[in-house]
Structures are given as C-alpha cells and as structure tokens.
C-alpha cells in the first residue's frame, strides 16, 4: 500500500521552503514583478483617473457664494 501523506505532497507544487502555498499578496508582488512596466502603467491611468474623479467632484461640489 502507498502512503497517502506522501502522494499528497507530491501532487502539490511547494511554494517556500517549508512547502505551504503562497499568500495573495506573494502571488501578485510576484505577478507585478513579471508584468514589469505594464504594471507600472496600468497603475499610472488608475492613479491619474483617481486624481481626475476627485477634481471632477469639488469641482462640480463647489459652494455657491451670493455676490460674485
């Protein structure tokens, strides 16, 4: 008979040193790395749009002052 425990480990690909799966947060610093400049300009337009969106809304927000 085979042992479970091992056939088990081997099916699964082994992440760290001590073989646990990584975390979301590995998996996209390790995405982001690869995607390289991509990344870097996706990140750009999402950041420039944010900046936009909050001008668009204080400007369309502003207070009406009488008299000018």
């Not at 480990?9 to 646990?20: F, K, V, W």
């Not at 390289?36 to 900046?51: C, D, M, P, Q, R």
């Amino acid at each position: 008979m085979t042992d479970p425990t091992s056939e088990r480990s081997s099916a699964q690909p082994s992440a760290g040193a001590a073989g646990e799966n990584p975390s979301f947060t590995k998996l996209a610093m390790r995405n982001m790395v690869r995607k390289g400049k991509l990344s870097l300009f996706h990140f750009g337009l999402t950041a420039l749009g944010f900046v936009g969106f909050i001008v668009l809304v204080a400007y369309l927000g502003r207070p009406q002052v009488p008299g000018s």
